[in-house]
C-alpha cells in the first residue's frame, strides 16, 4: 500500500528535518524579538509605542507569502547576498514578532491595575514593578497565545519552497515531479506536519484549559 510514499519517506523525512529547524529558528527568534518589542510597547513613550503599533499593524495585516517575497528579494537590493533559507528565516522573524509583540501587550495590559498601584504606593521604581509584579503574570498568560501562533508559524514554513528553500514542501514537489504519485506524498506530507504540530497543540489547549480554571 503507498509503495511510492513508502520508498520516498526518508527524503520528505529530510525535508521534514529542515521544516523542524526553520521552524525551531522563526519561532524562538520570533517569540524573543516580540517579547521584547511587546514590552517595550508598555513601557516605552509615545513616539516608541506609535513606530511599534505601525511594526505590528503593518506585518500583521500582509500575508506572510509577500514578506517572504519582500524579504527574498529586498536582501540583495540591500546588498546582503542570503541563500533563500535564511531570507525566509528572517523574515518570518519578523512576521511572527509582530503577532507575539501584540499578545505581550494585551497580556501586560491584563495585568490587574490593582497590582501596579499597589507597587507604586510601596515606592516601587517602574522597571522593578515591571520585573517581579507585571511581567511574571503576563508571561504566564501570554504563554498559551504564543503557543497557537507558533502552531500558525510552523504550518506556514511551507510558503518557503515558493523562494526556493528547500524543507519538506519543497522536498515533496521533488518527489511528486519525479514520480507524479501527488496523492500519496502529499498525503505523507499532511501526516508529518500532524505528527509535528499535534503534540503543540494539545499543549496549547492544555494550557489554554488551565488559564481558564486558574482564573
Not at 503577532?99 to 499597589?118: H, K, L, N, S, W
Not at 522593578?128 to 503574570?137: A, C, D, F, T, Y
Amino acid at each position: 500500500m503507498f509503495p511510492v510514499l513508502q520508498s520516498n519517506l526518508p527524503y520528505l523525512l529530510q525535508g521534514a528535518v529542515y521544516t523542524v529547524i526553520l521552524s525551531a529558528i522563526v519561532v524562538s527568534c520570533g517569540t524573543a524579538l516580540g517579547v521584547g518589542i511587546g514590552v517595550l510597547a508598555s513601557v516605552g513613550g509615545a513616539i516608541l509605542r506609535s513606530i511599534i503599533t505601525a511594526y505590528i499593524f503593518l506585518f500583521r495585516g500582509v500575508p506572510v507569502l509577500v514578506i517572504m517575497f519582500l524579504g527574498f528579494y529586498s536582501f540583495p537590493a540591500l546588498g546582503l547576498r542570503l541563500d533563500a533559507y535564511t531570507a525566509v528565516a528572517i523574515s518570518m522573524i519578523v512576521y511572527v514578532g509582530a503577532f507575539v509583540a501584540e499578545a505581550t501587550r494585551g497580556a501586560i495590559a491584563g495585568v490587574p491595575t490593582g497590582q501596579t498601584e499597589a507597587a507604586k504606593s510601596l515606592g516601587m521604581r517602574k522597571g522593578k514593578m515591571m520585573r517581579e509584579i507585571v511581567l511574571p503574570q503576563a508571561m504566564r498568560l501570554v504563554i498559551a497565545p504564543v503557543l497557537n501562533i507558533s502552531l500558525m508559524a510552523i504550518k506556514q514554513t511551507s510558503y518557503a519552497s515558493i523562494v526556493g528553500a528547500w524543507e519538506l514542501s519543497f522536498a515533496a514537489r521533488e518527489v511528486v515531479e519525479r514520480t507524479l504519485a501527488a496523492f500519496q506524498i502529499f498525503l505523507g506530507v499532511m501526516l508529518i506536519y500532524f505528527i509535528i504540530c499535534y503534540p503543540l497543540s494539545l499543549a496549547a489547549r492544555a494550557l489554554d484549559k488551565r488559564l481558564a480554571f486558574d482564573s
